[in-house]
């Protein structure tokens, strides 16, 4: 089994920054993409940032400039930089990561629980 366990949320003033982490674990065997989602009450879920193997990184344009997508292959972690957050930032925000695990070497998506992001203004 793989879990994604998230850390980082909380409350913040906009404005401000915070830094979320993801920490991929158990029977992996490679990790592909990681990224970030977020969803909003009553909105679908929307991509925040990915980052490849490579660190290849792409984001949505709401967030370029403010948000920075980083990786540490040999923790398999995922982090997101969030600075000059603004209230429309304020979601529940999920880990996601394209993961081959061992002793199948099949490839799935895996999903975090999701942490809270709220932004004061």
């Known amino acids: 089994q793989v879990q994604l366990v998230e850390s980082g949320g909380g409350l913040v003033q906009a404005g401000g920054s915070l830094r979320l982490s993801c920490a991929a674990s158990?029977?992996?065997?490679?990790?592909?993409?990681m990224g970030w989602y977020r969803q909003a009450p009553g909105q679908q879920r929307e991509l925040v940032a990915t980052i490849t193997s490579g660190g290849s990184t792409n984001y949505a344009d709401s967030v370029k400039g403010r948000f920075t997508i980083s990786r540490d292959n040999f923790k398999n972690t995922v982090y997101l930089q969030m600075n000059s957050l603004k209230p429309e930032d304020t979601a529940v925000y999920y880990c996601?990561?394209?993961?081959?695990?061992?002793?199948?070497?099949?490839?799935?998506?895996?999903w975090g629980q999701g942490t809270q992001v709220t932004v004061s203004s």
């Open positions: 158990g029977s992996i065997f490679s990790i592909n993409a």
């Open positions: 996601n990561a394209f993961i081959q695990v061992v002793p199948t070497m099949r490839w799935s998506d895996y």
